[in-house]
């Protein structure tokens, strides 16, 4: 049962340009949402994060956005540099259980 | 920030042999730690949680006998793959929490090759 759902497995990016990454999420128990980014042979590195309580948080180049109704979050990066070509991954929990990820989307920025 | 170890990042070995995998909360005391699996182009899969001192939980589908978890003290937990078989190469990546699940710190992750 694959309750986060990262549909895209690959997005290719002009550099300098929005990047827009999608998750979804089938459980409504969920409160705590996440965002990784990992490098081949790497261990995910935290990027960014959002309670359910929010709609949007904001670091930098980084936003995500929370449409609870729709289960639905996102990433956006802007503008997008290649160092940001890595496969993401959205998390979810709830209760301070174990996280639940994705399959990753695999980003690629063109320069 | 925090950091998490892992040794060894790469391993070979024989079918039927046993490989132990350590996973080091290096600057924090991790209360529980987290194993993880993953396939190539697919997702990170839970394997196990283990809290210090006690036994690890294991998700549906994994088995314990072959994944031997041990949280020994508050910054190592070791996973050793038992009887290792081709299927069982993988990467496997390692996280740790101080108490609160959602700020967990990943492993460099160790790549299991079994022949």
């Known amino acids: 049962d694959q309750q986060v759902k990262q549909n895209s497995p690959s997005l290719s990016v002009q550099e300098g340009r929005i990047s827009i990454l999608n998750c979804d999420y089938t459980n409504s128990m969920f409160d705590y949402f996440l965002w990784y980014k990992k490098y081949p042979a790497e261990g995910p590195t935290f990027l960014i994060s959002?309670?359910?309580?929010?709609d949007k948080n904001e670091d930098g180049r980084f936003t995500v956005f929370l449409n609870k109704s729709a289960k639905h979050l996102s990433l956006h990066i802007v503008p997008s540099q290649p160092g940001d070509s890595a496969v993401y991954f959205c998390a979810a929990a709830y209760n301070n259980n174990d996280m639940r990820f994705g399959a990753g989307t695999r980003l690629t920025v063109k320069p | 920030g925090a950091v998490v170890s892992q040794h060894p990042s790469r391993v070979i070995c024989k079918s039927g042999t046993s490989v132990k995998i350590e996973c080091r909360s290096l600057d924090f005391q991790a209360t529980t730690m987290f194993w993880y699996r993953q396939f190539p182009k697919q997702s990170l899969m839970l394997m196990a949680t283990s809290n210090e001192g006690s036994k690890a939980t294991y998700e549906q589908g994994v088995e314990k006998d072959k994944f031997l978890i041990n949280h020994a003290s508050l910054t190592l937990s070791t996973l050793t793959v038992t009887s290792a078989h081709p299927e069982d190469s993988s990467f496997y990546i390692c996280?740790?929490?101080?108490?609160?699940?959602?700020?967990?710190?990943f492993g460099p992750g160790t790549r299991l090759t079994v022949t």
């Open positions: 996280s740790a929490t101080s108490g609160i699940a959602y700020e967990q710190y």
């Open positions: 959002i309670s359910s309580i929010k």
